[in-house]
């Protein structure tokens, strides 16, 4: 790397600058922190039926589907917990990611905020900006997991401040569709603090919300856990 950039390239790396990454590989990271260091191989379609259209409430018949599949093991089981507590970190009063906690549950996930190259000039622009959040939740034993981006925000830029809520907003229906139960008395100061700020502003974006299988140990990050899909559903 270094032979390919420049000094300033090296000292711009550090805060996320010069390199870019897709919606797809930023959620199998933090996918794979989730499962326990495991990174898994991502499907975006669960499975494909042929149904009889002739008969009206048949399920169909499963001519395709998609199972876990464990690529390699990306970090250590200790690294991966140890990223969970810091990702924790985010989502509370002293984090950058406050408005992303989603009562009841615990939420680990990072915030992001990246300038776009201003076409004109060649240049990182100073008003033109993707902001998001990726995390999962609940971070003790994870069952879903969702990136949220926002391209080109109206007003602030932050993705703590644009795309943190709307995070909050679908992780606050996810669960409960899964069937996850909540723990009401989670973090009701972090949560309060949440709910006191703004809602979720009207923006234009991407979410994705994708679910967790559920080939794991029900004792959290702590225990040995099998690789699981992260990417069993979109």
Same mark, same amino acid.
């Given at each position: 790397?270094?032979?390919?950039?420049?000094?300033?390239?090296?000292?711009?790396?550090?805060?996320?600058?010069?390199?870019?990454?897709?919606?797809?590989?930023?959620?199998?990271?933090?996918?794979?922190?989730?499962?326990?260091?495991?990174?898994?191989?991502?499907?975006?379609?669960?499975?494909?039926?042929?149904?009889?259209?002739?008969?009206?409430?048949?399920?169909?018949?499963?001519?395709?589907?998609?199972?876990?599949?464990?690529?390699?093991?990306?970090?250590?089981?200790?690294?991966?917990?140890?990223?969970?507590?810091?990702?924790?970190?985010?989502?509370?009063?002293?984090? +950058?990611?406050? /408005?992303? @906690?989603?009562?009841?549950?615990? %939420?680990? =996930?990072?915030?992001?905020?990246?300038?776009?190259? &201003?076409?004109?000039?060649?240049?990182?622009?100073?008003?033109?900006?993707?902001?998001?959040?990726?995390?999962?939740?609940?971070?003790?034993?994870?069952?879903?997991?969702?990136?949220?981006?926002?391209?080109?925000?109206?007003?602030?830029?932050?993705?703590?401040?644009?795309?943190?809520?709307?995070?909050?907003?679908?992780?606050?229906?996810?669960?409960?569709?899964?069937?996850?139960?909540?723990?009401?008395?989670?973090?009701?100061?972090?949560? +309060?603090?949440? /709910?006191? @700020?703004?809602?979720?502003?009207? %923006?234009? =974006?991407?979410?994705?919300?994708?679910?967790?299988? &559920?080939?794991?140990?029900?004792?959290?990050?702590?225990?040995?856990?099998?690789?699981?899909?992260?990417?069993?559903?979109?």
């Amino acid at each position: 790397v270094r032979r390919q950039c420049s000094n300033r390239f090296l000292a711009w790396i550090w805060i996320g600058q010069v390199i870019g990454v897709p919606p797809l590989q930023v959620i199998t990271a933090v996918s794979a922190i989730a499962n326990g260091g495991w990174l898994m191989t991502p499907h975006l379609i669960r499975q494909v039926k042929e149904i009889d259209l002739q008969r009206v409430g048949g399920e169909g018949r499963v001519v395709r589907e998609s199972s876990p599949q464990v690529r390699r093991r990306a970090v250590s089981e200790g690294t991966a917990r140890e990223m969970v507590r810091i990702l924790e970190g985010v989502v509370s009063k002293s984090g +950058t990611g406050l /408005l992303a @906690a989603i009562p009841g549950y615990s %939420v680990a =996930g990072k915030t992001g905020t990246a300038q776009k190259i &201003d076409p004109a000039t060649g240049r990182y622009s100073r008003h033109a900006f993707v902001s998001s959040f990726v995390g999962f939740a609940p971070a003790e034993d994870p069952a879903v997991a969702i990136l949220v981006m926002i391209d080109e925000p109206e007003g602030e830029g932050w993705g703590g401040t644009v795309a943190a809520p709307v995070f909050s907003t679908i992780g606050r229906e996810v669960p409960h569709y899964l069937k996850v139960p909540p723990q009401p008395s989670l973090n009701e100061q972090v949560l +309060t603090a949440s /709910l006191k @700020a703004r809602s979720a502003p009207k %923006v234009r =974006g991407t979410a994705s919300a994708v679910k967790v299988s &559920d080939a794991v140990a029900s004792s959290g990050l702590g225990a040995h856990r099998a690789p699981r899909n992260v990417f069993e559903a979109e």
